[in-house]
């Protein structure tokens, strides 16, 4: 290796270590994966492990115990695709989500429809907001749907491309820091310097908003090649007054117990409802098991059939998860 050559990889790696400064002081902590360059344009990539976020503020370190609110129709599917379902953000009730910190960055809104396309999330409450009147109130449908209570059961730290935190109302200002320094340190080298942070954004929504007491989950591009986009992330229409837009979603499988009998007692492969995954599925991504379902008060459920449909929910669970369940009908009656 001759000494010019010797001088410029040192040059770019100089240039990689402050850039990593740059970011580390806005977002302490955080986990930067890899650097890439092409001519006067250097690029750093936030880490796809969760375990990089330990140390920060994008990282939920409560119990693992939550509620999700669905309207009744909805549950119903839910449990019969044995899945949550993780939307882009278009799908956002909030029109300006994402795009109120990325105008910082000064994103055209080529970019920032690219970005939120590709940003897949789940959303739901830690289960100290239960009895919260006001979040079933907005969220529950006033007391009209149902709460899927489940637990995660596996080590978020192990996960994959899968991220977990409560979500901050309001603009933070560390958005606005790295916007200036990295600029500075663009102009100081005469060069232009990106790290996607849109993992970072998509935990921060406007202030209005901080009645939800989110948490959320979310993965970003999860796919190996566009095979993989076409394959597992479905179209829907969102039509409504002024937005009308198409969004995507992909399925994230809930747990189910392979091991139960009533899973594999079958003389037809073909009518076993055991789960087909990877042997690792379950390490790499989260483990969620349902531990409740509870229906709101104003569910409209006559009280003569609330036992056939609380039957009906059990032998759901049973019959395709492999594990019991309780449900709850009167958590909000007085």
Same mark, same amino acid.
């Given at each position: 290796?001759?000494?010019?050559?010797?001088?410029?990889?040192? +040059?770019?790696?100089?240039?990689?270590?402050?850039? !990593? =400064?740059?970011?580390?002081?806005?977002?302490?902590?955080?986990?930067?994966?890899?650097? #890439?360059?092409?001519?006067?344009?250097?690029? #750093?990539?936030?880490?796809? @492990?969760?375990?990089?976020?330990?140390?920060?503020?994008?990282?939920?370190?409560?119990?693992?115990?939550?509620?999700?609110?669905?309207?009744?129709?909805?549950?119903?599917?839910?449990?019969?695709?044995?899945?949550?379902?993780? &939307?882009?953000?278009?799908?956002?009730?909030?029109?300006?989500? $994402?795009?109120?910190?990325?105008?910082?960055? =000064?994103?055209?809104? !080529?970019?920032?429809?690219?970005?939120?396309? +590709? /940003? %897949?999330?789940?959303?739901?409450?830690?289960?100290?907001?239960?009895?919260?009147?006001?979040?079933?109130?907005?969220?529950?449908?006033?007391?009209?749907?149902?709460?899927?209570?489940?637990?995660?059961?596996?080590?978020?730290?192990?996960?994959?491309? $899968?991220?977990? #935190?409560?979500?901050?109302?309001?603009?933070?200002?560390?958005?606005?820091? +790295?916007?200036?320094?990295?600029?500075?340190?663009?102009?100081?080298?005469?060069?232009?310097?990106?790290?996607?942070?849109?993992?970072?954004?998509?935990?921060?929504?406007?202030?209005?908003?901080?009645?939800?007491?989110?948490?959320?989950?979310?993965?970003?591009?999860?796919?190996?090649?566009?095979? *993989? $986009?076409?394959? &597992?992330?479905?179209?829907?229409?969102?039509?409504?007054?002024?937005?009308?837009?198409?969004?995507? %979603?992909?399925?994230?499988?809930?747990?189910?117990?392979?091991?139960?009998?009533?899973?594999?007692?079958?003389?037809?492969?073909?009518?076993?409802?055991?789960?087909?995954?990877?042997? !690792?599925?379950?390490?790499?991504?989260?483990?969620?098991?349902?531990?409740?379902?509870?229906?709101?008060?104003? #569910?409209?459920?006559?009280?003569?059939?609330? *036992? =056939?449909?609380?039957?009906? /929910?059990?032998?759901?669970?049973? +019959?395709? &998860? *492999? @594990? !019991?369940?309780?449900?709850?009908?009167?958590?909000?009656?007085?």
């Amino acid at each position: 290796m001759n000494e010019s050559f010797k001088n410029e990889i040192e +040059y770019y790696r100089k240039i990689d270590r402050e850039f !990593d =400064r740059v970011i580390h002081h806005c977002f302490p902590n955080t986990f930067v994966q890899g650097h #890439a360059n092409s001519g006067n344009r250097f690029q #750093a990539d936030i880490t796809k @492990y969760n375990q990089g976020f330990s140390e920060t503020e994008y990282f939920y370190n409560g119990k693992l115990e939550f509620f999700h609110l669905t309207s009744i129709q909805n549950l119903l599917s839910i449990l019969n695709e044995r899945s949550f379902r993780f &939307y882009n953000l278009h799908n956002s009730n909030d029109e300006k989500e $994402y795009k109120h910190i990325a105008e910082l960055f =000064r994103m055209d809104e !080529d970019e920032i429809n690219h970005k939120k396309e +590709y /940003l %897949y999330t789940f959303s739901f409450c830690p289960m100290s907001e239960i009895e919260n009147d006001k979040v079933w109130m907005e969220y529950g449908r006033n007391y009209s749907g149902a709460a899927i209570v489940f637990t995660i059961e596996n080590d978020p730290l192990q996960w994959e491309n $899968y991220h977990m #935190a409560e979500m901050k109302y309001g603009l933070s200002d560390k958005f606005k820091k +790295y916007f200036q320094l990295k600029r500075d340190f663009e102009k100081k080298y005469n060069i232009s310097a990106e790290c996607d942070l849109s993992k970072l954004i998509a935990f921060h929504k406007e202030p209005h908003w901080l009645l939800e007491k989110e948490i959320r989950l979310l993965t970003y591009y999860p796919f190996s090649d566009i095979n *993989g $986009y076409l394959k &597992y992330s479905k179209p829907e229409f969102r039509l409504t007054e002024g937005r009308n837009r198409i969004v995507h %979603y992909i399925n994230l499988p809930l747990w189910v117990d392979n091991d139960a009998w009533v899973l594999k007692d079958s003389n037809s492969h073909e009518l076993r409802r055991t789960q087909e995954l990877p042997e !690792d599925y379950f390490i790499t991504r989260p483990k969620i098991k349902i531990k409740d379902i509870l229906i709101g008060k104003n #569910a409209g459920i006559d009280s003569n059939k609330l *036992g =056939r449909f609380s039957t009906t /929910l059990k032998n759901i669970i049973f +019959y395709n &998860y *492999g @594990y !019991d369940i309780k449900i709850t009908n009167d958590l909000f009656s007085c």
